[in-house]
Protein backbone atom coordinates (compact mmCIF):
# COMPACT_ATOMS: atom_id res chain seq x y z
CA UNK A 1 0.00 0.00 0.00
CA UNK A 2 1.33 3.34 -1.00
CA UNK A 3 0.82 5.89 1.73
CA UNK A 4 0.92 9.64 1.03
CA UNK A 5 1.67 10.63 -2.08
CA UNK A 6 0.37 14.01 -2.65
CA UNK A 7 0.29 17.00 -0.31
CA UNK A 8 -3.37 17.26 0.29
CA UNK A 9 -3.51 13.86 1.81
CA UNK A 10 -0.92 15.16 4.33
CA UNK A 11 -2.59 18.30 5.02
CA UNK A 12 -5.99 16.98 4.87
CA UNK A 13 -4.71 14.23 7.69
CA UNK A 14 -2.41 17.45 9.74
CA UNK A 15 -5.73 18.99 10.16
CA UNK A 16 -7.74 16.50 11.54
CA UNK A 17 -5.23 15.59 14.19
CA UNK A 18 -5.70 19.07 15.39
CA UNK A 19 -9.57 19.15 15.25
CA UNK A 20 -9.12 16.02 17.05
CA UNK A 21 -7.22 18.29 19.78
CA UNK A 22 -9.79 20.92 19.57
CA UNK A 23 -12.34 18.07 20.34
CA UNK A 24 -10.80 16.57 22.83
CA UNK A 25 -9.67 19.91 24.73
CA UNK A 26 -13.10 20.76 24.37
CA UNK A 27 -14.69 18.03 26.24
CA UNK A 28 -11.66 18.20 29.20
CA UNK A 29 -11.84 21.79 29.49
CA UNK A 30 -11.25 23.42 32.88
CA UNK A 31 -11.60 27.04 31.70
CA UNK A 32 -15.81 27.43 31.21
CA UNK A 33 -18.38 24.99 30.67
CA UNK A 34 -19.97 26.47 27.39
CA UNK A 35 -24.24 25.94 27.64
CA UNK A 36 -23.89 25.62 23.42
CA UNK A 37 -24.90 21.94 23.26
CA UNK A 38 -26.33 19.56 20.78
CA UNK A 39 -26.25 15.37 20.15
CA UNK A 40 -27.42 13.14 17.64
CA UNK A 41 -29.47 10.04 19.57
CA UNK A 42 -27.72 11.09 23.16
CA UNK A 43 -24.45 10.97 21.34
CA UNK A 44 -23.00 14.61 22.00
CA UNK A 45 -21.48 16.43 18.81
CA UNK A 46 -17.85 16.36 20.08
CA UNK A 47 -17.28 12.71 20.18
CA UNK A 48 -19.09 12.11 16.65
CA UNK A 49 -16.56 15.27 15.49
CA UNK A 50 -14.03 13.31 16.63
CA UNK A 51 -15.00 9.93 15.01
CA UNK A 52 -15.80 12.02 11.91
CA UNK A 53 -12.26 13.10 11.54
CA UNK A 54 -10.85 9.36 12.32
CA UNK A 55 -12.80 8.73 9.14
CA UNK A 56 -11.02 11.55 7.39
CA UNK A 57 -7.94 10.58 8.26
CA UNK A 58 -8.91 6.95 6.90
CA UNK A 59 -9.94 8.05 3.96
CA UNK A 60 -7.02 10.04 2.95
CA UNK A 61 -4.30 7.46 4.12
CA UNK A 62 -6.17 4.97 1.66
CA UNK A 63 -6.68 7.76 -1.25
CA UNK A 64 -10.35 7.56 -1.35
CA UNK A 65 -10.78 10.69 -3.30
CA UNK A 66 -15.00 10.47 -3.87
CA UNK A 67 -15.61 9.48 -0.91
CA UNK A 68 -13.47 12.19 0.89
CA UNK A 69 -14.41 14.70 -1.27
CA UNK A 70 -18.02 13.95 -0.57
CA UNK A 71 -17.62 13.46 3.61
CA UNK A 72 -16.25 16.81 3.69
CA UNK A 73 -18.72 18.27 1.57
CA UNK A 74 -21.36 16.74 4.04
CA UNK A 75 -19.42 17.99 6.66
CA UNK A 76 -19.77 21.58 4.87
CA UNK A 77 -23.56 21.46 5.06
CA UNK A 78 -23.47 19.95 8.53
CA UNK A 79 -21.48 23.04 9.61
CA UNK A 80 -23.44 25.40 8.02
CA UNK A 81 -26.42 24.51 9.54
CA UNK A 82 -24.52 24.86 13.01
CA UNK A 83 -23.54 28.29 12.49
CA UNK A 84 -27.25 29.28 11.06
CA UNK A 85 -27.77 27.96 14.65
CA UNK A 86 -25.27 29.90 16.56
CA UNK A 87 -26.77 33.40 14.91
CA UNK A 88 -29.67 32.61 15.32
CA UNK A 89 -29.83 32.33 18.81
CA UNK A 90 -26.95 34.60 19.30
CA UNK A 91 -24.66 32.57 21.29
CA UNK A 92 -21.39 31.10 20.06
CA UNK A 93 -19.14 27.79 20.62
CA UNK A 94 -15.39 29.12 19.69
CA UNK A 95 -14.48 25.56 19.77
CA UNK A 96 -17.06 24.51 17.40
CA UNK A 97 -16.12 27.84 15.06
CA UNK A 98 -12.65 26.56 15.47
CA UNK A 99 -13.92 22.75 14.49
CA UNK A 100 -15.78 24.48 11.38
CA UNK A 101 -12.84 26.51 10.15
CA UNK A 102 -10.51 23.83 9.85
CA UNK A 103 -13.46 21.42 8.33
CA UNK A 104 -13.34 24.03 5.79
CA UNK A 105 -9.22 24.30 4.85
CA UNK A 106 -10.17 20.76 4.10
CA UNK A 107 -12.72 20.77 1.91
CA UNK A 108 -10.78 23.56 0.15
CA UNK A 109 -7.60 21.29 -0.10
CA UNK A 110 -9.70 17.79 -1.90
CA UNK A 111 -11.84 20.53 -4.02
CA UNK A 112 -11.91 19.19 -6.90
CA UNK A 113 -14.41 21.37 -9.04
CA UNK A 114 -15.29 18.96 -11.43
CA UNK A 115 -17.40 17.08 -9.32
CA UNK A 116 -19.68 20.61 -8.58
CA UNK A 117 -22.43 18.27 -8.58
CA UNK A 118 -21.54 15.48 -6.72
CA UNK A 119 -20.62 18.26 -3.73
CA UNK A 120 -23.54 20.35 -3.69
CA UNK A 121 -25.88 17.33 -3.37
CA UNK A 122 -23.23 16.01 -0.63
CA UNK A 123 -24.24 19.30 1.10
CA UNK A 124 -27.31 19.67 0.99
CA UNK A 125 -27.81 15.79 1.80
CA UNK A 126 -25.50 16.62 4.99
CA UNK A 127 -27.92 19.83 6.00
CA UNK A 128 -30.97 18.06 5.29
CA UNK A 129 -30.22 14.88 7.50
CA UNK A 130 -28.69 16.53 10.20
CA UNK A 131 -31.55 19.26 10.85
CA UNK A 132 -33.73 16.63 11.04
CA UNK A 133 -31.92 14.60 14.28
CA UNK A 134 -29.69 17.19 15.65
CA UNK A 135 -30.95 17.73 19.29
CA UNK A 136 -29.19 21.44 20.14
CA UNK A 137 -29.69 24.01 23.26
CA UNK A 138 -28.60 27.01 24.31
CA UNK A 139 -30.32 28.91 27.11
CA UNK A 140 -30.44 26.68 29.95
CA UNK A 141 -33.94 25.41 30.78
CA UNK A 142 -35.52 23.25 34.18
CA UNK A 143 -37.69 20.94 33.83
CA UNK A 144 -39.28 21.96 37.25
CA UNK A 145 -41.22 30.84 42.25
CA UNK A 146 -41.35 29.57 45.69
CA UNK A 147 -38.82 32.65 46.89
CA UNK A 148 -35.33 31.94 46.15
CA UNK A 149 -33.13 32.51 49.18
CA UNK A 150 -31.01 35.23 49.18
CA UNK A 151 -28.10 36.11 51.72
CA UNK A 152 -27.24 39.16 53.13
CA UNK A 153 -28.65 42.93 52.00
CA UNK A 154 -26.44 45.10 50.66
CA UNK A 155 -27.01 47.33 47.73
CA UNK A 156 -25.05 44.94 45.33
CA UNK A 157 -26.74 42.47 44.39
CA UNK A 158 -24.74 39.11 43.01
CA UNK A 159 -26.09 36.10 41.40
CA UNK A 160 -23.82 33.27 41.09
CA UNK A 161 -24.46 30.42 38.50
CA UNK A 162 -22.36 27.29 38.87
CA UNK A 163 -22.76 23.66 38.11
CA UNK A 164 -21.65 20.91 40.43
CA UNK A 165 -20.65 18.77 37.83
CA UNK A 166 -18.34 21.90 36.40
CA UNK A 167 -14.88 21.52 36.76
CA UNK A 168 -13.58 24.94 37.21
CA UNK A 169 -17.11 25.51 39.68
CA UNK A 170 -15.52 23.00 41.75
CA UNK A 171 -12.04 24.51 41.76
CA UNK A 172 -12.96 28.31 42.33
CA UNK A 173 -15.21 26.91 45.19
CA UNK A 174 -12.92 27.36 48.32
CA UNK A 175 -11.21 30.38 47.21
CA UNK A 176 -15.22 31.95 46.69
CA UNK A 177 -16.93 30.94 49.79
CA UNK A 178 -14.54 33.29 52.49
CA UNK A 179 -14.53 36.02 50.50
CA UNK A 180 -18.51 35.49 49.79
CA UNK A 181 -19.33 35.31 53.75
CA UNK A 182 -17.03 38.80 54.08
CA UNK A 183 -19.09 40.62 51.87
CA UNK A 184 -22.41 39.23 53.46
CA UNK A 185 -21.30 39.98 56.75
CA UNK A 186 -20.48 43.86 56.02
CA UNK A 187 -23.50 44.22 54.35
CA UNK A 188 -22.24 45.14 51.12
CA UNK A 189 -23.99 42.25 48.79
CA UNK A 190 -27.29 40.54 48.69
CA UNK A 191 -26.19 37.22 47.74
CA UNK A 192 -28.12 34.34 45.24
CA UNK A 193 -26.90 31.07 44.58
CA UNK A 194 -28.33 30.08 40.58
CA UNK A 195 -27.49 26.59 39.96
CA UNK A 196 -27.35 25.47 35.96
CA UNK A 197 -28.46 22.32 34.25
CA UNK A 198 -25.50 21.92 31.97
CA UNK A 199 -25.25 18.18 32.98
CA UNK A 200 -27.30 15.31 32.74
CA UNK A 201 -27.89 15.19 36.52
CA UNK A 202 -27.76 19.12 37.55
CA UNK A 203 -31.22 19.26 38.00
CA UNK A 204 -30.75 16.47 40.51
CA UNK A 205 -28.43 17.66 42.50
CA UNK A 206 -29.88 21.56 42.73
CA UNK A 207 -33.44 20.13 43.65
CA UNK A 208 -31.18 18.76 46.84
CA UNK A 209 -29.46 21.68 47.47
CA UNK A 210 -33.10 23.07 47.71
CA UNK A 211 -34.17 20.65 49.82
CA UNK A 212 -31.32 21.16 52.16
CA UNK A 213 -31.65 24.59 52.26
CA UNK A 214 -35.54 24.34 52.97
CA UNK A 215 -34.13 22.81 56.41
CA UNK A 216 -32.23 25.25 57.55
CA UNK A 217 -31.71 28.18 55.28
CA UNK A 218 -28.22 30.32 56.32
CA UNK A 219 -25.26 30.69 54.69
CA UNK A 220 -23.41 28.33 56.49
CA UNK A 221 -25.69 25.45 56.33
CA UNK A 222 -25.86 26.24 52.26
CA UNK A 223 -22.37 26.26 51.39
CA UNK A 224 -21.75 22.84 53.83
CA UNK A 225 -24.61 21.55 51.53
CA UNK A 226 -22.91 22.57 48.21
CA UNK A 227 -19.53 20.82 49.50
CA UNK A 228 -21.21 17.81 50.18
CA UNK A 229 -22.82 17.66 46.32
CA UNK A 230 -19.62 18.64 45.13
CA UNK A 231 -18.26 15.83 46.88
CA UNK A 232 -21.32 13.19 45.29
CA UNK A 233 -20.46 14.78 41.90
CA UNK A 234 -17.27 13.83 42.24
CA UNK A 235 -18.23 9.80 43.19
CA UNK A 236 -20.54 9.99 40.45
CA UNK A 237 -24.03 9.83 42.32
CA UNK A 238 -26.84 9.20 40.20
CA UNK A 239 -29.70 8.06 41.88
CA UNK A 240 -32.46 10.44 44.26
CA UNK A 241 -31.79 7.39 47.06
CA UNK A 242 -28.29 6.98 46.72
CA UNK A 243 -27.89 11.05 47.10
CA UNK A 244 -29.97 11.22 49.88
CA UNK A 245 -28.53 8.42 51.62
CA UNK A 246 -25.26 10.33 51.11
CA UNK A 247 -26.23 13.76 52.77
CA UNK A 248 -27.42 11.88 55.56
CA UNK A 249 -23.71 10.61 55.61
CA UNK A 250 -22.77 13.79 56.00
CA UNK A 251 -25.07 14.92 58.39
CA UNK A 252 -27.03 16.97 55.86
CA UNK A 253 -30.92 16.90 56.69
CA UNK A 254 -33.34 17.56 53.86
CA UNK A 255 -36.92 19.23 53.85
CA UNK A 256 -38.64 18.30 50.27
CA UNK A 257 -40.78 20.31 48.31
CA UNK A 258 -42.53 21.25 44.92
CA UNK A 259 -39.48 23.05 43.75
CA UNK A 260 -41.14 24.17 40.06
CA UNK A 261 -41.74 27.68 41.10
CA UNK A 262 -38.13 27.92 42.23
CA UNK A 263 -36.70 26.40 38.96
CA UNK A 264 -39.26 28.54 37.08
CA UNK A 265 -37.68 31.68 38.49
CA UNK A 266 -34.21 30.07 37.97
CA UNK A 267 -34.93 29.52 34.54
CA UNK A 268 -36.26 33.57 33.98
CA UNK A 269 -32.69 34.70 36.03
CA UNK A 270 -30.67 32.54 33.16
CA UNK A 271 -32.59 33.84 30.26
CA UNK A 272 -31.95 38.09 31.44
CA UNK A 273 -28.37 37.76 32.13
CA UNK A 274 -28.00 35.30 28.93
CA UNK A 275 -26.17 33.00 30.95
CA UNK A 276 -24.13 30.29 28.58
CA UNK A 277 -21.59 28.90 30.37
CA UNK A 278 -19.92 28.05 33.99
CA UNK A 279 -19.09 29.60 36.36
CA UNK A 280 -20.40 33.08 35.99
CA UNK A 281 -21.28 35.82 38.24
CA UNK A 282 -23.49 38.41 37.78
CA UNK A 283 -23.16 41.83 40.15
CA UNK A 284 -26.01 44.31 39.75
CA UNK A 285 -24.61 48.00 41.36
CA UNK A 286 -25.29 51.37 41.02
CA UNK A 287 -27.77 50.80 37.93
CA UNK A 288 -25.23 48.85 36.31
CA UNK A 289 -25.09 45.19 35.60
CA UNK A 290 -22.07 43.43 34.70
CA UNK A 291 -21.41 39.35 34.04
CA UNK A 292 -17.78 37.66 34.65
CA UNK A 293 -17.09 34.45 33.29
CA UNK A 294 -14.43 31.78 35.11
CA UNK A 295 -13.15 31.78 38.54
CA UNK A 296 -10.70 33.86 38.17
CA UNK A 297 -12.59 36.63 36.57
CA UNK A 298 -15.16 36.14 39.19
CA UNK A 299 -12.96 36.37 42.50
CA UNK A 300 -11.31 39.38 41.46
CA UNK A 301 -14.63 41.09 40.55
CA UNK A 302 -16.35 39.94 44.08
CA UNK A 303 -12.67 41.56 45.45
CA UNK A 304 -13.51 44.99 44.48
CA UNK A 305 -16.36 45.04 45.64
CA UNK A 306 -14.99 45.01 49.40
CA UNK A 307 -13.22 48.67 48.02
Keep these: MRLFFSWQYIVTIILALIAIGIEYFYITCETACSYLKGDIFNIELQHIGIGYMVAIIALAIFKKDTLLLILLSCGVG ?9 IW ?17 QFFVNLNLKKKKLIFASMII ?45 KMEPSLEPIIIDLIKNNIITFTFIDTPFYKLSSLYARYFLYGLNEKKTLE ?19 PDKLEEYLNSKGIKIKPYDTRPTFELFTKFLKEDKINATPSCVIEKDGKKETFVGGTDIINALQKLKK
Design 221 to 239: HALEVRNVLIEASNQKIDK
Design 89 to 105: YNTYCYYCLAFGGILML
Design 78 to 86: IELYLVGFQ
Design 126 to 170: GLVLFSLVFRGSVTPVYAEESPISKFGSGNAIVRLYTDYFCPPCK
